[in-house]
């Protein structure tokens, strides 16, 4: 305590002398300025007079001003001089778990960035080598498209996540205008050039599927060249036209292409952290080592699922890197080109009144039969479904029902998924009407589910997520 | 759905034509109403091209059913097409509504 009070004491006869020092100083140049001015020798007109006055008024402002800013700097420096070193040391602590604990929610704001709300036919994964890091990728599934990206900020770190946060938000507006894949790149490529003021890049890889068709337009600015692996034969790098990183150069002419997906064709996409992961002796996993894996992965791709081929690419990686610590981001994509039961699927909200816009949805679907007697069952046992939940899971009638129609073209077998968040309720474990009494005996409740029992090949139920499921199955 | 409904020397000839659905169920409902009157009620419905009914369709027919049944009435259906008719099979209506 002696000890700070003796050094507030040394602090405040350090400024008081240099603040006199200051005083002295501005008075003797105010004396001096003012003796110029009204010196006769000097013959100042009327006008430059006026002027040096207001110069002169503006000069003891300023140096007054100057007092007040020597007095706090002063200060300020006193005082950092004479802190305690634990003090010191315990500022740094909290300023390093304050830094530690921004970087965390930053970690979280960038991963609840990402869109893990997976469809079938896709996964993927993000791995920063730091907290933070510049990999990313994106997709969503609409109208039949899947749109799906993957990139990588070049550096890495805090600065790598600002552009990525940057350039998936841009990417993400674009990739919802339905461009042309090229043009999408373009856009995507000028607004980040605006933006980017420290030299910064983003390699690339945007494409978009037909779910149903197989076609596929991609563009590919400066990324690793994915990996194709066909139902059957050899996998191999999809070739690109190559087109300069995202960043770099505003109105680059980008260039897409496009190709055939055959049925049961996966495609992984990844980050160079896969490619360049090292192991202590500095070999790095490289495209020879990418290939073997895809090769095992081509035996299984028929049963195996996006989110193993995942998890499998990043454990060999792993595996191969050893101790050595992950140098790099990595991000991992694997989606496969699956004509068969794919969900049509539309979500109505609210429902009361919506009965027969629902089963006009449905009836529509391409996966439909063109059959009349099928389509007569199929109508009434989605009508009977409907209504059911229309009618009875939400009180008041205000919810939303989730409809969807898939096909298995190989089995022939048509799929009707009904979702809902209304009151649980198994309409399975009603008792079946008994078709065997009288009319008088007869009750009016219970047909519908009953009829759906009976026009459909099968009908499940599940309760999954607070959501009711309802899933039916016809051959057609 | 349009239903017509005739009486003719002590008959009553309904025709329905369409579909019954949950869009019009309740309508069906009140344009049959003059069918749940009167005494020994003797009715005959033409269903040539009726196309299609769902349970909701089923539970008026039933109500007509039990009402014609109290009144000590007959009713008959009659040209059902055979998707709508699978629909009565199986559901046990068949067993207890008359269908020719």
């Known amino acids: ?476 | 759905m349009e239903t017509i409904i005739n009486n003719e020397s002590g008959k009553t000839l309904v025709v329905l034509k369409g579909r019954i659905d949950t869009t019009n169920a309740d309508q069906f409902q009140q344009d049959i109403a003059p069918l749940m009157e009167g005494e020994h009620p003797d009715i005959e419905i033409d269903c040539s091209e009726m196309t299609y009914t769902s349970s909701q369709g089923l539970r008026i027919f039933l109500l007509l059913q039990k009402s014609v049944n109290a009144r000590g009435g007959i009713m008959v259906l009659r040209n059902m097409n055979p998707q709508v008719k699978e629909v009565f099979d199986i559901t046990g209506f068949s067993n207890i509504i008359t269908i020719l």
């Open chain 1, 1 to 476: 305590m002696g000890k700070n009070s003796f050094a507030n004491k040394l602090s405040w006869s350090i400024i008081g002398i240099v603040s006199v020092i200051y005083l002295a100083a501005l008075v003797i140049i105010a004396v001096i300025f003012y003796q110029l001015m009204t010196d006769e020798a000097t013959h100042l007109s009327q006008e430059s007079l006026a002027h040096a006055s207001r110069m002169y008024f503006n000069l003891i402002v300023v140096g007054l001003l100057g007092l007040v800013v020597i007095f706090f700097v002063c200060r300020h420096v006193i005082k950092t001089k004479t802190r305690p070193v634990t003090e010191e040391l315990e500022t740094t602590s909290i300023a390093n778990e304050r830094m530690e604990s921004e970087l965390n929610v930053a970690r979280a704001i960038q991963m609840g960035m990402l869109n893990t709300k997976f469809p079938e036919q896709l996964y993927a994964m993000l791995c920063p080598a730091k907290e933070v890091g510049g990999d990313f990728y994106d997709f969503s599934l609409k109208d039949g498209k899947l749109y799906f990206a993957i990139g990588d900020v070049s550096g890495k770190g805090v600065p790598a996540s600002l552009m990525m946060a940057l350039t998936s938000v841009i990417m993400r507006f674009v990739a919802g205008l339905g461009l042309p894949i090229n043009t999408m790149l373009e856009r995507i490529n000028n607004s980040v050039s605006e933006a980017n003021s420290h030299g910064m890049f983003v390699t690339l890889f945007v494409a978009r599927l037909d779910i149903r068709s197989g076609h596929l337009e991609y563009c590919n600015a400066g990324h690793n060249p994915i990996v194709v692996i066909p139902p059957e034969g050899d996998p191999y790098f999809l070739k690109a036209k190559p087109n300069i990183a995202i960043g770099l150069l505003g109105d680059f002419h980008y260039e897409g292409e496009s190709l055939e997906l055959k049925p049961g064709t996966r495609l992984v996409a990844y980050t160079d952290g896969v490619t360049e992961a090292e192991q202590a002796s500095l070999s790095q996993f490289g495209d020879d080592r990418l290939m073997s894996w895809a090769q095992a992965i081509a035996q299984e791709n028929a049963t195996i699922h996006d989110k193993e081929v995942v998890e499998s690419l990043y454990q060999t990686v792993k595996h191969f890197a050893g101790d050595n610590p992950q140098n790099d981001d990595i991000a991992i994509m694997s989606l496969k080109f699956d004509p068969n039961n794919i969900m049509t699927k539309r979500r109505f909200n609210p429902i009361k009144d919506k009965s027969i816009e629902i089963i006009e949805f449905l009836m529509a679907s391409p996966d439909m039969p063109a059959d009349e007697e099928l389509r007569f069952k199929l109508r009434l046992s989605i009508e009977e479904a409907v209504e059911n939940v229309v009618r009875y899971a939400y009180d008041g009638g205000i919810g939303w029902l989730e409809v969807g129609t898939s096909l298995d073209h190989d089995a022939l077998v048509l799929t009707v998924e009904l979702r809902d968040a209304g009151v649980p309720f198994n309409p399975l474990e009603q008792p079946d009407p008994d078709t065997t009494s009288s009319a008088e005996e007869r009750q009016v409740g219970g047909l519908g589910i009953y009829l759906c029992k009976k026009l459909m090949d099968s009908i499940d139920y599940r309760y999954e997520d607070g959501n009711n499921v309802l899933t039916m199955k016809k051959l057609i």
